[in-house]
């Protein structure tokens, strides 16, 4: 199983980044995809979501309106468009699955991409 993200890396304030996370060894398409954050210092936080199908997303609040949660389930990837940045955006992105079936509900992570915003 792999989570490979890319597409991290310096950006002016104002400028947009694309990241991608491709998946291997799974069932992508039957996973909910969603992209997480970490800032030096502070907690891992949701960022944006999407269901597996792609029928539904939902977003952080800081987020909303500047980023896009997209996938495309025949290459098993989930890009994350990212516009207007802010130096609060500086963080590492990682791309999570996950798929709830009753009781059981299987999780994996990306290694992480880094993000730095520059004012």
């Known amino acids: 199983v792999q989570l490979v993200e890319s597409g991290g890396g310096l950006v002016q304030v104002g400028g947009s980044l694309r990241l991608s996370c491709a998946a291997s060894?799974?069932?992508?398409?039957?996973?909910?995809m969603s992209w997480y954050r970490q800032a030096p210092g502070k907690e891992r936080e949701l960022v944006a979501a999407?269901?597996?199908?792609?029928?539904?997303?939902n977003y952080a609040d800081p987020v909303k309106g500047r980023f896009s949660i997209s996938r495309d389930n025949t290459k098993k990837t989930v890009y994350l468009q990212m516009n207007s940045l802010k130096p609060d955006d500086t963080a590492v992105y990682y791309c999570n699955a996950v798929r709830v079936a009753g009781i059981l509900k299987d999780t994996h992570w990306g290694q992480g991409t880094q993000v730095t915003v520059s004012s």
């Open positions: 060894g799974f069932a992508f398409s039957t996973y909910d």
């Open positions: 999407i269901t597996s199908a792609g029928g539904s997303t």
